[in-house]
């Protein structure tokens, strides 16, 4: 009796040959800056980090079965490693665009690919959503200058090791992950800017696929980066009361507005209405009716988030805004400071430090909140 053979696991593969070039070059992004950054002597990476993840999966070559994109964006460096492969579809130019990597995504989804397997930034993941049908696999090796999407892997090694989990047929959990880009003429111009594209399904796995946006990472500006990118995605008609802090200072900073560090800042729809501003004033804002969010942070290694240098934050200004909207801006790392304490309540008003007494919202990274208590008593 002859055996069946196994099928084949069959993975597409992209390359976007310019993707990080303008990282090194201090550009911020690789889009329309590629001649720029070649001409200041800038190597192209995205094949070395391709290169990275399939040495990965070389042990379960006889497994696979690899449909590439032509030439530099998947074809050259596959046969230089020996990799037995398909060439699918052409190129247009010897300069590669866009539209390749949404035409050759197309035409590798529609040969049947389990995995479609793709190197670059957020721009190509862009790209590759637009071009293929909702469910279908694919993976992110990390390439570009600025990975705010989570359809990539952590690292190209990891994306080897995620790979080399689906050829050998071990349970991987499947899930959907956004696709983000970031506004790369605004982001040079110190304003940060991201838009929501789409979904994409991938293999979830923890130890090996980034979050949106990466919200672990506690370099502190790059947090505040990714806060800011949120706020500014939420509806424009919310204002914003932000309180006294380095903290909120930042966040404004990053939306390319002049804040104040010591005051009380308004903002809404990207403009600030009022710097500085006095509780009078805040008052006088409110009764022009409108939604509402009052953002403090907590006093570092302290705790006071009400009480404590932002008493235009007056009882009458939390109430008109409402208990549940007066949220904390904090890192994670600023929250191990308190090694377990609460927050700290102290508005001039017993009663409202009571009823806000019990566990508070905290903004600490790009679309991720947290719950953290709040006590009148320490």
């Known amino acids: ?27 911020k992004g690789s889009d329309n800056v590629a001649d720029q950054a070649l001409a200041m002597g800038v190597q192209p990476l995205a094949n070395e980090r391709v290169r ?24 050259d ?7 037995e492969h398909q060439v699918i579809g052409q190129l247009a130019n010897a300069r ?9 995504a197309t035409e590798l989804v529609d040969r049947g690919v389990d995995l479609l397997l793709f190197a670059g930034g957020d721009g190509t993941a862009r790209d590759i959503c637009s071009s293929i049908p909702a469910g279908q696999l694919v993976l992110g090796i990390p390439a570009g200058v ?36 970031i506004d790369e003429e605004a982001f040079r111009e110190g304003r940060v800017r991201t838009r929501h594209f789409g979904e994409l399904a991938i293999p979830e796995e923890g130890r090996f696929v980034q979050q949106v946006k990466q919200g672990g990472r506690e370099t502190e500006t ?23 802090g380095s903290t909120n200072l930042g966040l404004l900073e990053a939306m390319g507005l002049e804040g104040t560090l010591l005051g009380v800042d308004v903002l809404r729809d990207g403009q600030l209405l009022a710097v500085d501003a006095t509780e009078q004033q805040l008052w006088q804002l409110l009764q022009q009716g409108g939604e509402w969010r009052i953002l403090v942070t907590a006093i570092g290694g302290q705790g006071h988030i009400l009480g404590r240098g932002n008493q235009q934050i007056s009882p009458r200004v939390v109430r008109a805004v409402g208990l549940d909207n007066l949220l904390v801006v904090a890192t ?13 309540l102290d508005s001039g008003e017993a009663e409202l430090d009571q009823q806000l007494t019990g566990l508070r919202r905290v903004l600490s990274g790009y679309r991720e909140e947290m719950l953290y208590p709040a006590s009148w008593r320490a």
């Open 52 to 75: 990275q993840a399939m040495q990965g999966v070389l042990p379960y070559a006889e497994r696979i079965e690899l449909l590439v994109a032509p030439g530099a964006m998947g074809a």
């Open 96 to 104: 590669t665009q866009a539209e390749d990597t949404c035409r050759l």
């Open 222 to 244: 790059l947090v505040l980066d990714d806060i800011a990118a949120w706020l500014q995605e939420e509806d424009p008609q919310i204002g914003w009361i932000l309180g006294p």
């Open 146 to 181: 600025k990975i705010h999407s989570g359809v990539y892997a952590v690292n190209p090694r990891a994306a080897g090791e995620l790979v080399s989990l689906l050829v050998r047929g071990e349970l991987v959990r499947l899930g959907e992950a956004e696709v983000r880009d």
């Open 1 to 27: 009796m002859t055996e069946t053979p196994l099928q084949r696991f069959r993975i597409g593969l992209i390359i976007n040959p310019l993707a990080g070039l303008g990282g090194q070059a201090a550009l």
């Open 77 to 83: 460096l596959v046969a230089e490693m020996g990799l």
């Open 332 to 344: 994670k790392t600023k929250l191990k400071t308190l090694a377990g304490r609460p927050f700290l």
